[in-house]
């Protein structure tokens, strides 16, 4: 809408923000006792316990994320997003890139895991590109937010901590 995006953001988008954010961090840190569960499967041999709950937990942290993702963009569709304070026009537009592709890998990388969990490879080498992925395009986004709030002083990032409405 949008009579809709000169505001910011709300409530839900803020918190949905930053619980996704927290949850992909989860999967990239503990991501690899899924891969150790997967190996000891296609091997038969044991996994440690403590490897088979991170292994669930990888699945259904990764299910959650990709409901989640679908959930906010249901909002950014219906609701847009403020508008973008930026140095220059094409600042603007790789932060809105950069976004973009936040969103492609936020569902390709858990749809990938799914099949690399019940098709194995390819998938499963697919699915591991997206630790990388993700790992550069944080890096960008945060040292992005933090050059608007140390930098350009625009509040750019206080608008993803306090809600507008
Ligand atoms: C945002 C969501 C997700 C992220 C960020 C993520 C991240 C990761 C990472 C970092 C690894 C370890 C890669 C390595 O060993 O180098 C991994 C492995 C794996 N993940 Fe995910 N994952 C996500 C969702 C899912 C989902 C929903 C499933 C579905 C069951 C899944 C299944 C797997 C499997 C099967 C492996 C082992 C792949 C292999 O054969 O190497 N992941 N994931
Ligand atoms: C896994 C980690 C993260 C993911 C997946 C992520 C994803 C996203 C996405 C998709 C947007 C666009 C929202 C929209 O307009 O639809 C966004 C906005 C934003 N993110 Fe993140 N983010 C992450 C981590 C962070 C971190 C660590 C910071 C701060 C250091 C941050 C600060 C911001 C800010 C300030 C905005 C608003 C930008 C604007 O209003 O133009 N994000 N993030």
Known sequence: MASN?????????????????????FQLLFGESMTRVIRAQARGTAVSSADGSMGTAHYWVGIAVML????????????????????????????????????????LVPLTGLLAYYFSDPFGDIHDLGKPAFIILIGLHAAGALCHQFLLKDGTLRRMLVPAR
């Open 5 to 25: 995006r000169t505001l910011g953001y709300s409530t839900t988008q803020i918190s949905l923000h930053w619980i996704i954010a927290a949850l992909v961090l």
């Open 68 to 107: 989640l993702v679908l959930l906010r963009l249901a909002l950014r569709v219906a609701f847009g997003a403020p508008r973008p304070a930026g140095a220059s026009a094409l600042l603007v537009r790789l932060a809105g890139a950069a976004h973009w592709l936040f969103y492609a890998l936020l569902l």
